[in-house]
């Protein structure tokens, strides 16, 4: 369920957005976010609605996205707010490092209404990408789904033709995380996504930031992170019973096809750059303020960029 209300006048503060008389969710939101759109890399406007995205992975042969939707008030061109009260789907959550809690990574992302909750993408043997919904609707995805420029005005989708599906982007800098387990502070992910700091069990936001560095860190840092990738095909390799020599081969757009598989390797990346200590820090860091007090400033850039 999506409520919008509209904005009295333009830079109305976000405080004064709570006046929607009835229309409040009784429950706590689980995860609330202020925010403003700062620049696209895709066309926006007032009728698109943000929204949280999960893919555990992206391979060759195809993947799922999870859409978790809630309330919004505001402008999604101007400030707006978004309440989420629902975790993202159990099927959304991976065991990645071990003695660390499941989680969802994913992004806030802007979708048309009644985006579907799930799609799926499959290669077919010709090489199109397939996506079917999660009431079974299928369609082949398209560069170009609206048809020529203003041929469609009213077409709000960006992968299949005739349908208003797909992610108009997610929100550059920043990852969202639910874990079904509290993170302690200084474990794995406590340092390697919150700079040592306790992770709580539903909804964390996690900002990256740029940190300059002299070139001798830099070589530093890239030595480093060589040496994780060998301890982490080390490891990877013991704990399975394979012989890897080369990382790639294991995720290789998941030529293994095995989902598990790639999670295992990712999860012992970020283990090797924790205890390797390639982790700069500051790089990574919580967001407790939700943009409250200042709105988060989102740039929205194409999936994976």
Same mark, same amino acid.
């Not at 403003?36 to 009728?47: D, E, F, K, R």
């Not at 609206?146 to 041929?151: H, I, S, T």
């Not at 069990?201 to 990256?208: A, F, T």
């Not at 390797?265 to 943009?291: N, R, Y």
């Given at each position: 369920?999506?409520?919008?209300?509209?904005?009295?006048?333009a830079?109305?503060?976000?405080?004064?957005?709570?006046?929607?008389?009835?229309?409040?969710?009784?429950?706590p939101?689980?995860?609330?976010l202020h925010?403003?759109?700062?620049?696209?890399?895709?066309?926006?406007?007032?009728?698109?609605?943000?929204?949280?995205t999960?893919?555990?992975?992206?391979?060759?042969?195809?993947?799922?996205e999870?859409?978790?939707t809630?309330?919004?008030?505001?402008e999604?061109?101007?400030?707006?707010?978004?309440?989420?009260?629902?975790?993202?789907?159990k099927?959304?959550?991976?065991?990645?490092?071990?003695?660390?809690?499941a989680v969802?990574?994913?992004?806030?992302?802007?979708?048309?209404?009644?985006?579907?909750?799930?799609?799926e993408?499959?290669?077919?043997?010709?090489?199109?990408?397939?996506?079917?919904?999660?009431?079974?609707?299928?369609?082949?995805?398209?560069?170009n789904?609206?048809?020529?420029?203003?041929?469609?005005?009213?077409c709000?989708?960006?992968?299949?033709?005739?349908?208003?599906?797909?992610?108009?982007?997610?929100?550059?800098?920043?990852?969202?995380?639910?874990?079904?387990?509290?993170?302690?502070?200084?474990?794995?992910?406590?340092?390697?996504?919150a700079?040592?700091?306790e992770?709580?069990?539903?909804?964390?936001l996690?900002?990256?930031?740029?940190?300059?560095?002299? /070139?001798?860190d830099?070589?530093?840092?890239s030595?480093c992170?060589?040496? /994780?990738t060998?301890? /982490?095909l080390?490891?990877?390799?013991?704990?399975?019973?394979?012989?890897?020599?080369?990382?790639?081969?294991?995720?290789?757009?998941?030529?293994e096809?095995?989902?598990?598989?790639?999670?295992?390797?990712d999860?012992?990346?970020?283990?090797s750059?924790?205890?390797?200590?390639?982790?700069?820090?500051?790089?990574?860091?919580?967001v407790?303020?939700?943009?409250?007090?200042?709105?988060?400033?989102?740039v929205?850039?194409p999936?994976?960029?």
């Amino acid at each position: 369920m999506t409520l919008r209300c509209g904005m009295a006048a333009a830079g109305l503060a976000l405080a004064s957005l709570s006046g929607c008389a009835g229309e409040e969710n009784a429950r706590p939101a689980l995860l609330s976010l202020h925010a403003t759109v700062a620049a696209s890399a895709m066309p926006l406007n007032n009728i698109l609605e943000p929204a949280l995205t999960f893919t555990p992975f992206v391979t060759a042969f195809g993947h799922t996205e999870f859409i978790v939707t809630g309330e919004h008030r505001g402008e999604l061109l101007d400030q707006f707010s978004l309440d989420i009260y629902e975790p993202p789907p159990k099927a959304a959550l991976t065991t990645l490092t071990r003695g660390e809690p499941a989680v969802a990574i994913g992004a806030i992302t802007i979708v048309s209404p009644e985006h579907p909750s799930r799609l799926e993408f499959s290669r077919e043997d010709s090489g199109a990408m397939r996506v079917c919904d999660d009431q079974g609707q299928c369609g082949t995805a398209r560069a170009n789904p609206c048809g020529a420029l203003n041929a469609s005005p009213s077409c709000l989708g960006t992968i299949v033709p005739g349908r208003n599906w797909g992610n108009h982007g997610i929100a550059g800098r920043y990852l969202v995380m639910y874990l079904d387990d509290t993170a302690a502070a200084g474990s794995i992910y406590s340092q390697f996504f919150a700079g040592g700091r306790e992770l709580e069990q539903g909804y964390n936001l996690i900002r990256y930031k740029n940190i300059a560095l002299s /070139a001798i860190d830099q070589t530093r840092y890239s030595d480093c992170q060589k040496r /994780a990738t060998e301890t /982490a095909l080390s490891r990877f390799n013991a704990d399975h019973g394979t012989s890897y020599t080369d990382h790639s081969s294991i995720s290789n757009e998941g030529r293994e096809g095995n989902l598990q598989l790639l999670a295992d390797w990712d999860g012992m990346m970020i283990e090797s750059t924790v205890t390797e200590g390639c982790v700069v820090p500051g790089s990574q860091q919580l967001v407790d303020d939700h943009g409250e007090t200042d709105p988060l400033s989102l740039v929205f850039v194409p999936l994976g960029t």
